[in-house]
C-alpha cells in the first residue's frame, strides 16, 4: 500500500434534492449541466493524471454514472459497484473506507467515486486531521500519494474542480487569440 496512488472522485452536480421527483435520493441523476460540464472536464483529465489500475463506486445513480463517465471520456477501468461508497459519511463510515483500501494493497493505483461528506472526511483522516478539513465540490478530483500504511496516511498531491480546470482552459484559449492578433 506504501506508495500507492488513490484518487477520490466526488459525483458531478446532480438535480437538487426533491422527495417528491425523488423519493429514494439514491436514484437522483446529474443534472443535464452537470453531466455536460463533467464530460469536459473528464476528456482533459488524462492529460494529467494516469487512469487507476482499480475503479470503485458507489452504486447510487449520480455517482456511477460519473464513474460512467470517466469510463468513456478518461479512458478509465469500469467502475466495480462498492457499497461501502454508498454512504452520507461519518466516522464509521471512513473507518470502513480505511479497511477497504487495505483489500487493495497491492494496487498501484486506485479510485474511489462517491458521495461528501464521507469523502472529504476520508481524505481529511488521510492526512491527519482528526476534523473533516476539506470539503469537496462537485466533480472534483483529488490525488493522495499513500506514504504511511499504520496508520494509513497520505500526502495531497492535487484537488482538482471541474470549474478550475475548465476556467483555466477558457483563458488559455483567450490568451491563444489575443496573440494570434
Same mark, same amino acid.
Given at each position: 500500500? =506504501?506508495?500507492m496512488?488513490?484518487?477520490?472522485v466526488?459525483h458531478?452536480?446532480?438535480?437538487?434534492r426533491?422527495?417528491?421527483? =425523488?423519493?429514494?435520493?439514491? %436514484?437522483?441523476p446529474?443534472?443535464a449541466?452537470?453531466?455536460?460540464?463533467?464530460?469536459?472536464? #473528464?476528456?482533459?483529465?488524462?492529460?494529467?493524471l494516469e487512469?487507476?489500475?482499480?475503479?470503485?463506486?458507489?452504486?447510487w445513480?449520480?455517482?456511477?454514472?460519473?464513474?460512467?463517465?470517466l469510463?468513456?471520456?478518461s479512458?478509465w477501468?469500469?467502475?466495480k459497484?462498492?457499497e461501502?461508497?454508498?454512504?452520507?459519511g461519518g466516522?464509521a463510515a471512513?473507518?470502513?473506507?480505511?479497511?477497504l483500501?487495505?483489500k487493495?494493497?497491492?494496487?498501484?493505483c486506485? #479510485? %474511489?467515486?462517491?458521495?461528501?461528506p464521507?469523502?472529504?472526511?476520508?481524505?481529511s483522516r488521510l492526512?491527519? #486531521?482528526?476534523e473533516?478539513a476539506?470539503d469537496?465540490?462537485?466533480?472534483?478530483?483529488?490525488?493522495?500519494?499513500?506514504?504511511?500504511?499504520?496508520?494509513?496516511?497520505?500526502?495531497?498531491?492535487a %484537488?482538482?474542480?471541474?470549474?478550475? #480546470?475548465?476556467?483555466?482552459?477558457?483563458?488559455?484559449?483567450? %490568451?491563444d487569440?489575443r496573440?494570434?492578433?
Amino acid at each position: 500500500m =506504501f506508495g500507492m496512488k488513490l484518487i477520490l472522485v466526488r459525483h458531478a452536480k446532480a438535480k437538487e434534492r426533491d422527495a417528491k421527483r =425523488f423519493p429514494d435520493d439514491s %436514484l437522483r441523476p446529474l443534472s443535464a449541466n452537470g453531466r455536460r460540464e463533467f464530460v469536459k472536464f #473528464a476528456r482533459r483529465i488524462p492529460r494529467w493524471l494516469e487512469a487507476p489500475s482499480l475503479v470503485l463506486a458507489s452504486g447510487w445513480t449520480r455517482a456511477w454514472d460519473t464513474a460512467d463517465i470517466l469510463q468513456s471520456q478518461s479512458k478509465w477501468p469500469a467502475a466495480k459497484r462498492c457499497e461501502a461508497l454508498q454512504t452520507e459519511g461519518g466516522f464509521a463510515a471512513v473507518e470502513v473506507l480505511l479497511q477497504l483500501l487495505g483489500k487493495y494493497q497491492n494496487e498501484k493505483c486506485v #479510485a %474511489l467515486v462517491g458521495h461528501e461528506p464521507a469523502l472529504g472526511q476520508l481524505l481529511s483522516r488521510l492526512m491527519g #486531521a482528526s476534523e473533516r478539513a476539506i470539503d469537496f465540490a462537485k466533480g472534483a478530483v483529488a490525488v493522495v500519494e499513500i506514504t504511511n500504511a499504520q496508520p494509513l496516511r497520505g500526502e495531497l498531491q492535487a %484537488l482538482v474542480t471541474p470549474s478550475t #480546470a475548465l476556467n483555466r482552459l477558457k483563458k488559455s484559449r483567450g %490568451l491563444d487569440r489575443r496573440n494570434r492578433k
